[in-house]
């Protein structure tokens, strides 16, 4: 079993005081003969807006002294996921959560090109609040 990341935690409380409820700690992605491992799997309780919607959350720190090493490392991670989701778990939605913090020092106009080049789908999390500060899809 992986360890959990530094701010797993904190972006699992942020998404439980966002409505969610929390299905699956870790989330196994299984296909065929391969087993993978996904951060959170969760679901929004029933509401008006967003009824059923599900998704599954792989967190990252990008704590190590490389910003574009790790980022190679959650973008080769997000990309395997979401391509075995789409045939596990078709109605689930990848997203790649971090620190606003992480993302307003990091990603720049220049990196934004991979995020829109892979259609990343972010959630940025203040993790000392633990709050949702935005969603980008």
Do not use: C
């Not at 919607?53 to 790790?70: N, R």
């Not at 959650?74 to 395997?80: D, K, N, P, S």
Request: hydrophobic share 40%.
């Amino acid at each position: 079993m992986p360890a959990k990341d530094t701010y797993h935690d904190a972006v699992k409380n942020a998404l439980i005081k966002d409505g969610w409820t929390i299905t699956a700690d870790p989330y196994f992605i299984i296909y065929k003969k391969l087993k993978l491992v996904a951060d959170l799997g969760a679901e929004r309780p029933f509401s008006a807006e967003r009824e059923g919607e599900k998704i599954v959350v792989e967190v990252k720190s990008f704590l190590s002294p490389s910003f574009i090493y790790d980022l190679e490392q959650a973008l080769g991670q997000y990309i395997l996921y979401r391509n075995f989701i789409k045939r596990t778990a078709p109605e689930r939605q990848l997203y790649l959560a971090m620190s606003q913090r992480v993302y307003n020092v990091n990603f720049d106009e220049t990196i934004q090109i991979v995020v829109e080049e892979n259609q990343l789908k972010l959630i940025l999390v203040d993790t000392d609040k633990e709050v949702i500060t935005k969603w980008i899809n």
